[in-house]
């Protein structure tokens, strides 16, 4: 039960992960390559 929770977890983080990646990646495509706010967010600052 207890590593069926896990898993799922897992698969969710994993998806989540993937889903945060395409975003990224959409928002340099439409803003026309690496600029400081990609940067931002990239690595959480503000």
Do not use: T
């Not at 590593?3 to 969710?12: R, Y």
């Not at 975003?23 to 931002?40: H, R």
């Amino acid at each position: 039960m207890i590593e069926k929770i896990l898993f799922c977890l897992k698969l969710l983080l994993v998806l989540l992960v993937i889903i945060l990646f395409g975003q990224a990646i959409q928002y340099l495509i439409f803003n026309g390559g690496f600029s400081g706010s990609f940067l931002d967010i990239i690595f959480f600052r503000q």
